[in-house]
């Protein structure tokens, strides 16, 4: 008895100095992007369960194009890509949110196993708790996880015909180098000569106007997207953020092809955090809180042959403003 209450208490405070070292982390990465040159909060941070919601609300905004064509790319070539990927794959869904977009592929896809991929851990519960109301015979894995510097999954997921699913255009929150970074690690989960590989919606370079209303939609919705993510930075780091102080900007820099987006000081302000962090902001100074990389399809061809990827399939809505492409290691 006194054992299995040693043991307990061990088991419990070697879980409560994991937590804190996954804070320290965090605390640590949120104030080095805020002490910047140019100061930045990594996109990951716009998710907590508000932040998931407000995305999906943005989903169906007139402005927000990506899923809607996207949902029609998948209604316009459903057969193929079915027959593309094969059945009985083990679904891997990275960044999974709603895990509605995969749902939706369950009829044709017959998975073994659906495993949702999202760092939004509450959003998930909630979601998969959905799902297995709807689909009580799927076997599902759901990990909470931030994939952005591991993709380390956990030994319940299936080996057996993988097929990772990174729709939405995602992989666009990375910089180039971390996208191709990405795309290996995905590749090196990959089993050769299997049914599954990757499926993964891709927004290409588009009319700017476009671009910049659909990360700055008339309603403000992305505005209040953007400028909660300064609400779970005041929670996870301690810090004093008031969000009246901050404007949402989000436009298309042709440039750099990427959807930026910031926040910028309204005026002069001085954010603190505890261990006497701080930074002091002018008005208009900004802060850095997304990107959203656009490709082209050869582009985006060739960083999928620079990962290790081989012949991929590319499917496109009659406007040709988004991608969904189908690949397998070589
Ligand atoms: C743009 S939303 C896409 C949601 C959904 N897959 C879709 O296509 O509509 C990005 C999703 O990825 C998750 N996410 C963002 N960064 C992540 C990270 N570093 N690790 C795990 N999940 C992440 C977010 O919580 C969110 O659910």
């Not at 299936?158 to 795309?183: C, T, V």
């Not at 910031?262 to 002091?280: F, Q, T, Y």
């Not at 902001?281 to 900004?286: E, M, W, Y």
Request: hydrophobic share 40%.
């Amino acid at each position: 008895m006194a054992q299995r209450l040693l043991q307990d208490t061990q088991v419990k405070l070697a879980s409560e100095q994991t937590q804190k070292s996954a804070n320290w982390s965090i605390q640590t990465e949120l104030a080095a992007g805020l002490n910047a040159p140019q100061a930045s909060i990594s996109p990951k941070y716009l998710y907590d369960p508000l932040g998931s919601k407000l995305f999906e609300a943005i989903c169906i905004l007139d402005e927000y194009y990506p899923t809607r064509t996207e949902a029609d790319i998948f209604a316009l070539h459903a057969e193929d890509i079915a027959a593309t990927i094969g059945q009985g794959v083990t679904l891997i869904d990275l960044g999974a949110g709603n895990c509605a977009k995969a749902a939706h592929l369950f009829a044709s896809l017959q998975p073994r196993q659906y495993v949702p991929v999202d760092i939004s851990a509450d959003f998930l519960r909630e979601s998969v708790a959905a799902l297995r109301q709807k689909f009580p015979s799927l076997p599902i894995v759901e990990v909470a996880m931030d994939f952005s510097s591991s993709l380390h999954l956990p030994t319940g997921v299936g080996h057996e015909h993988r097929l990772f699913f990174y729709p939405g255009s995602s992989l666009g929150n990375f910089a180039p180098e971390e996208a191709l970074q990405f795309l290996r690690r995905i590749r090196q989960n990959l089993p050769l000569g299997q049914h599954g590989g990757l499926l993964i919606g891709i927004d290409l370079i588009k009319d700017k106007a476009l671009l910049d209303a659909a990360y700055d939609d008339d309603l403000g919705l992305t505005a209040t997207f953007n400028r909660n993510v300064l609400r779970h930075v005041n929670r996870l780091l301690g810090s004093n953020f008031v969000l009246n102080d901050w404007l949402h900007r989000g436009f298309f820099n042709p440039v750099e092809e990427r959807v930026e987006m910031h926040l910028e000081a309204r005026r002069d302000v001085i954010v603190s955090w505890p261990d006497k962090g701080n930074r002091r902001f002018l008005q208009g100074d900004r802060i850095h809180t997304e990107n959203s990389y656009k490709f082209t399809p050869d582009g985006f061809g060739e960083l999928l042959r620079c990962a290790g990827f081989g012949q991929s399939k590319m499917w496109f809505d009659p406007h040709h403003w988004f991608m969904l492409c189908h690949t397998r290691p070589i």
